[in-house]
């Protein structure tokens, strides 16, 4: 039976870029050699990440003064490095979940913390509005698409300082003003690649402020001056990147992407309001189009585990939802298809017909 991929992370890529890289993994541009096996400084590889930097730079509209780094460690190191680059004094936080409260925790470690908003007392159901961010602060930090709780700041804040932007779940899935931002960086394993790298964009003119002695792994400036090569990247996950970011290209870019995502979560939330048996768990304004939560309704509450039993037999995927949000998430990155989502609705109305 098909299956229809909803996880959240890792999470579903374009048939196309898994395909291509098996073959490279099998025979790399015809050497003879697998993927896995070159070196990181063989003369083919550099092309790869050169073309993977231009391409980032052009499907967001990178301005000038900007460097694109692949690093490991995952989104959560880049809790870490964020800080330790970029607070100098005080730093400001929009507190929307898991991940924000985790980058907030790092950041305590050197600096003032002002956390300017929160929604944490409402399981985190909206993004906090309304709040003022003082002038003082080197950054505010917000977590642009809240992947467990499925909230979203999609349309670009209007504040006075320069932001960092955690867009781990939702980048490449809409267009970005890049400006806006000191430092943007995104575990690839939602939106981009399996999991493995992670992709940061940093404000060259920023860098080398903070009044610390960093460790050279956890410098930016030294990622920025060996152009990703400081030591061994993560080669496959950095060609995997590049093939979804032709695949995003050949498809349109960011702004089809966001179409695509606007089409898919309509589809979704359409259903999810009409059908008797569910309802969202986010505010409606503030919804996903990345991560759709929702639940049974309190009368169907003992339909939960039917449910989940019954879409995954029509091939339904990593639709449990997290265990802080309960009941169900669907996962629509960039490569969710329009039919992916309409088997989704088809189970969630065959079952309210069967209830
Ligand atoms: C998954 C996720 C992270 C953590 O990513 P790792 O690569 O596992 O460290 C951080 N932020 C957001 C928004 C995420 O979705």
């Given at each position: 039976m098909k299956k229809y991929n909803f996880n959240a992370g890792p999470s579903i890529l374009p048939r196309e870029v898994i395909e291509n890289t098996a073959k490279q993994i099998l025979d790399f541009?015809?050497?003879?050699?697998?993927?896995?096996?070159?070196?990181?400084?063989?003369?083919d590889f550099q092309p790869v990440i050169d073309e993977a930097v231009a391409l980032i730079k052009e499907l967001l509209n990178v301005p000038e003064g900007y460097s694109v780094l692949f690093l490991g460690g995952g989104a959560s190191l880049e809790f870490c490095m964020v800080p330790y680059n970029f607070l100098i004094k005080k730093a400001a936080y929009l507190n929307t979940g898991v991940w924000a409260k985790k980058a907030m925790k790092e950041a305590k470690l050197f600096g003032e913390v002002v956390e300017v908003a929160s929604s944490a007392d409402a399981n985190f159901t909206f993004i906090?509005?309304?709040?003022?961010?003082p002038d003082d602060v080197d950054y505010l930090h917000i977590t642009t698409n809240n992947t467990i709780y499925g909230t979203e700041i999609r349309k670009e804040l209007d504040v006075n300082v320069p932001m960092i932007g955690d867009m781990s779940s939702d980048i490449f899935s809409r267009p970005v003003d890049v400006a806006k931002y000191k430092c943007i960086y995104a575990g690839a394993q939602k939106n981009l690649s399996m999991a493995g790298v992670t992709i940061v964009?940093?404000?060259?003119?920023?860098?080398g402020k903070?009044?610390?002695?960093?460790?050279?792994?956890?410098?930016?400036?030294?990622?920025?001056?060996?152009?990703?090569?400081?030591?061994?990247?993560?080669v496959v996950p950095i060609y995997t990147a590049l093939e979804n970011l032709r695949w995003?290209?050949?498809m349109g870019g960011v702004e089809a992407m966001d179409k695509l995502a606007h089409e898919?979560?309509?589809?979704?939330?359409?259903?999810?309001?009409?059908?008797?048996?569910?309802?969202?768990?986010?505010?409606?304004?503030d919804r996903s189009l990345m991560n759709i939560c929702f639940v049974m309704n309190e009368e169907y509450a003992e339909l939960e585990k039917p449910f989940l039993e019954y879409a995954t037999s029509q091939g339904m995927v990593g639709i449990k939802g997290h265990r802080s949000v309960g009941g169900f998430r669907a996962s629509c990155y960039n490569a969710q298809s329009i039919e992916g989502v309409q088997?989704?609705?088809k189970c969630m109305?065959?079952?309210?017909?069967?209830?």
């Open positions: 541009n015809g050497s003879g050699l697998s993927l896995a096996e070159i070196s990181h400084r063989a003369k906090p509005k309304g709040w003022t961010c964009i940093v404000k060259d003119d920023e860098l903070a009044p610390r002695e960093i460790p050279t792994m956890l410098n930016y400036q030294t990622h920025v001056e060996k152009g990703s090569m400081f030591n061994t990247p993560p995003i290209k050949k898919r979560a309509d589809i979704v939330y359409s259903e999810i309001d009409r059908n008797k048996l569910f309802r969202g768990t986010v505010n409606a304004e088997a989704l609705v109305k065959d079952f309210e017909a069967q209830h």
